[in-house]
């Protein structure tokens, strides 16, 4: 993870020098990190929307041929092909940003392994609003608005990506344990941490309303196009 926090501590601290304040040097960390996050969070989002509107489709074809695996799997490919689908398409945007976030969270957690310089040392103990010191814990108010800000921003997910009702009960239960968790994490590691988890979802949130727009245009981008070719196989056959 240093390979992505000392570079990461390298940018709080430049920007500590311009700004003089810890807690505001993090939040403008987490704004500049998820922005150049920005077109892979889209093209993951993107990619799974892409699979919700497969899902009746690729059912079809599992039931069809249930007994019959190596022809599902060539079927499904030529779904995958007809519909300009790619299944992998939003792995590698997720795997980069896992990397990123791991690296960030290593920084903020242990700051002092990655950052070095004197001045800094005394940074990470600065009050921030009500936070006395944002190298401790703060028990309820970060925590709490942390998890709630992790709650809608999972909830724009969901409205505008619903699942298969098998898995809706799964998806409902980590909609609402997950900002639980990040609560409880919340109280027990830095409060510096908690700065930029919230900072980060409350940013995500707008993400989201962002990305669901895209989701409906390109739906109804999709349904006007196979209105059209519906016109044209009609007109040709008569």
Known sequence: MGLIAQPLGWLLTQLYNIVGSYGVALAIVTLIVKMALYPLY???IMATAGMTDLQ???QELQKKYANDRETLNEKMQELYKEEGFNPMGGCLPMIVQMVVIMGLFALLRNPMIYIHSEQMY??????F???RDLSQPDLWVLPILAGVATFF??????????????SNVMMKMMMYFFPIMIVWLARAYPAGLAVYWFVGQFIQIFFNLRFNKLRKDLKEKNKSVK?????KVVGGTN
């Open 42 to 44: 889209k093209k993951q």
């Open 56 to 58: 009746p489709k690729m």
């Open 122 to 127: 005394f940074a990470i103990h600065e009050s």
């Open 129 to 131: 609003l009500w936070i």
């Open 153 to 166: 921003s999972s909830w724009l997910t969901r409205l505008a990506n619903p699942t298969p009702q098998n």
């Open 227 to 231: 209105k059209k070719k519906k016109k």
